[in-house]
């Protein structure tokens, strides 16, 4: 009796530490959210590799935790994301004299060109429509679901989470991968 004590005394931090961790991390849509962005941001608590929990958040804040200006418990050592995944859009040079943060990633404004072909939105008679990078009006085509794939993103209005993210944002800057995804060679 005392051995199979002894042992369960061991095993019980051994137990209670294989608890699947609570991963929290942003994450992005290509559905036009209901503030009139043609993508949506959040913040995801990821649990055994599902999301458990989203919760919206706005352009301005995200932009301000990924930068590590803000808390966030996608990025609790507050490290600027943007220059750690070299999205270069959403960083000053390094030896850039004010060595400040932006306070916004262009790169946010080229998301809905994976999704359509022409800017979806009405625009004044004065302004000219954008072209964006789809193949297909409303949704990427077949191919381009595969190129958004390798990011994770299984359906148009699924979540691209975390680094797979923030590899997206870096790759979208990349005059060549743009090429590729739009049908190019």
Same mark, same amino acid.
């Given at each position: 009796?005392?051995?199979?004590?002894?042992?369960?005394? @061991?095993?019980?931090?051994?137990?209670? /530490?294989? %608890?699947?961790?609570?991963?929290? %991390?942003?994450?992005?849509?290509?559905?036009?959210? !209901?503030?009139?962005?043609?993508?949506?941001?959040?913040?995801?608590?990821?649990?055994? *590799?599902?999301?458990?929990? =989203? #919760?919206?958040?706005?352009?301005?804040?995200?932009?301000?935790?990924?930068? &590590?200006?803000?808390?966030? *418990?996608a990025n609790?050592?507050?490290?600027?994301?943007?220059?750690?995944?070299?999205v270069? %859009?959403? !960083?000053?040079p390094?030896?850039?004299?004010?060595? /400040?943060?932006?306070?916004?990633? =262009? !790169?946010?404004?080229?998301?809905?060109?994976? #999704?359509? +072909?022409?800017?979806?939105?009405?625009?004044?008679?004065?302004? #000219?429509?954008?072209? &964006? +990078?789809? $193949?297909?009006?409303?949704?990427?085509?077949?191919?381009?679901? $595969?190129?958004l /794939?390798?990011?994770?993103?299984?359906?148009?209005?699924?979540?691209?989470?975390?680094?797979?993210?923030?590899?997206? @944002?870096?790759?979208?800057?990349?005059?060549?991968?743009?090429?590729?995804?739009? &049908? /190019?060679?």
């Amino acid at each position: 009796m005392r051995i199979l004590f002894a042992t369960l005394v @061991l095993l019980l931090p051994v137990l209670a /530490g294989a %608890q699947p961790k609570v991963d929290h %991390q942003f994450a992005l849509s290509l559905s036009p959210s !209901t503030d009139g962005q043609l993508f949506c941001l959040f913040l995801v608590a990821v649990k055994d *590799s599902q999301v458990v929990e =989203s #919760r919206p958040i706005t352009r301005g804040n995200f932009i301000r935790q990924a930068q &590590g200006r803000a808390f966030s *418990s996608a990025n609790p050592d507050a490290e600027d994301l943007f220059r750690k995944y070299d999205v270069k %859009q959403c !960083t000053l040079p390094p030896d850039s004299a004010a060595m /400040g943060f932006l306070t916004d990633c =262009s !790169t946010l404004d080229d998301l809905w060109k994976l #999704r359509y +072909w022409e800017y979806p939105l009405k625009v004044d008679d004065a302004q #000219r429509m954008a072209k &964006g +990078w789809s $193949e297909k009006p409303l949704s990427p085509s077949q191919r381009q679901m $595969e190129i958004l /794939g390798g990011y994770g993103l299984k359906y148009t209005t699924g979540l691209i989470i975390g680094p797979e993210m923030f590899r997206l @944002l870096h790759d979208m800057g990349d005059r060549n991968w743009v090429n590729i995804y739009r &049908g /190019g060679a």
